[in-house]
């Protein structure tokens, strides 16, 4: 299906409602609304149609949506109704947590292989990996068709990996250091910045304490 | 000073702009410009000078911005000036990593105590902490003035720990457990869900491989 082009925004929205649905079906349910969706997620119900509305036709007006379908269809749409393998750079504190991280091989993210260029790290068990040196790297990505790398060292070595994984064809990179990364047209970043959303909603609570801004 | 709404998005952006002011600072650097600010950012500089116009005047035309004083602006802006005492509700995997996590700390963001529900944990070190019991907590966030928590306990006890902190007066929530929590009014919550990143993400690098969706 060819489509026009969706808001970023919206797109942000569908790993969302694919939770819901999942939760949903492992309630046992098989009929849902946009109202029981909307009140699940504190979204308006007029929203969550809307959304929907850019990929195509899901509920009839009157009977709901059937949960199982709206739910394959979403996975389709935002193409994880399949595999991927995904690299981890980084075994510190944080790439420990994340290679033990049980959600991403639940949804079919897969990480192939943990990476460090520390010599006391490479060799080592981690989990149920052994940590690599980076002069591995680019043969794991070749070999098991990587798209997606996870940025999991400090701030300072993050800009090089990206770089890097770049360079060895990762699309999609997951950065948990705290820097920008600029990338070039094609390569997609999201953040992970607990500071920042703590920095964010201090804003918010900060002034309704009444604290001068 | 009174200011009129700022939108939740410009909000959102100043933990960004923070940072790489302060890694300007780092680099002893006195005076940047928008420009200067966009490059290192991927936003334009017309966003940049546009969003901080919500806020007052910081610069001067052909002059730029004075580093510091631009960092100290947003800070005290963000409310980020002083110290927010937060406490932690999970001691797993995760709750590891955060308890581990220095960047809080160094962004004035002090975590006050770690809790689980575990018998088994209870009483152990966990770093520099001592896990503490639930039943400890409401006692800890009102002797400590802590209005953050953090939540990184299972998907299945996240809603009944969000709706304890919000008894116990907590008016931001960073959620890490996927599943969305409905607040009352005056309650913020921000979630960490890399999961949701990944598949935000394979919608548009599934279809860059050219597979239909």
């Not at 969706?6 to 942000?12: R, Y």
């Amino acid at each position: 299906m060819i489509r026009a082009h969706v808001p970023d925004i919206v797109v942000g929205r569908l790993p969302i409602y694919l939770r819901v649905l999942n939760y949903l079906l492992a309630e046992g349910r098989q009929i849902t609304s946009s109202q029981e969706l909307g009140d699940r997620l504190g979204i308006s119900s007029a929203q969550i149609r809307k959304d929907l509305s850019h990929f195509g036709e899901f509920g009839k007006q009157g009977t709901g949506y059937d949960v199982r379908y709206l739910r394959d269809q979403i996975e389709r749409i935002l193409h994880v109704d399949r595999d991927w393998n995904v690299v981890l750079i980084g075994a510190g504190d944080l790439g420990h947590a994340l290679a033990h991280y049980h959600r991403f091989a639940e949804n079919r993210f897969n990480i192939v292989g943990v990476f460090d260029n520390d010599p006391n790290k490479i060799g080592k068990p981690l989990g149920k990996f052994v940590i690599r040196g980076m002069d591995e790297l680019e043969q794991v990505i070749r070999e098991q068709n990587v798209k997606m790398g996870i940025i999991a060292v400090p701030a300072a070595a993050a800009r090089e990996v990206a770089r890097t994984l770049i360079d060895y064809g990762i699309t999609a990179l997951l950065n948990y250091a705290p820097i920008t990364i600029i990338a070039p047209v094609g390569v997609r970043v999201q953040y992970i910045d607990p500071v920042a959303r703590l920095q964010h909603m201090a804003y918010y609570i900060g002034k309704e304490n009444g604290e001068e801004s």
